[in-house]
């Protein structure tokens, strides 16, 4: 089993920045690859970006590329989610998974992929 609890949401105001954290259970967090996920109020979950279990590829959703910066701290069994020049349109709960398949080499933007997840933190950007 893998625990996950996110940290770091808030309220900002468009243009802000807020940094999101993820801290996991177990030994072995260098083999999961990690992503971040976002649901808005009445849409699907989407994908965010991710990153593998080195922490040497990453990979982003169109929307966030330039903005949003992921990045994980295997000695302290932590991702992060650098969330930079937010918009309104990137208000929803924030969650954070892990894919423990393939000792961690696969970078997925793919939920099914992902067989642990947190509970999700709010993020909320005024305008």
């Known amino acids: 089993q893998v625990q996950l609890v996110e940290s770091g949401g808030g309220l900002v105001q468009a243009g802000g920045s807020l940094r999101l954290s993820c801290a996991a259970s177990g030994r072995t967090f260098s083999g999961y690859a990690m992503a971040w996920f976002r649901q808005a109020p009445g849409k699907e979950r989407e994908f965010v970006a991710a990153?593998?279990?080195?922490?040497?590829?990453?990979y982003y959703v169109d929307s966030v590329k330039g903005r949003f910066i992921i990045s994980r701290d295997n000695a302290k069994n932590t991702v992060y989610l650098q969330m930079n020049s937010l918009k309104p349109e990137d208000t929803a709960v924030y969650y954070c998974?892990?894919?423990?398949?393939?000792?961690?080499?696969?970078?997925?933007?793919?939920?099914?992929?992902?067989?642990?997840w947190g509970q999700g933190t709010q993020v909320t950007v005024s305008s």
């Open positions: 990153i593998n279990g080195i922490g040497s590829r990453t």
């Open positions: 998974a892990a894919d423990i398949s393939y000792g961690g080499s696969s970078v997925s933007s793919l939920k099914y992929e992902y067989d642990y």
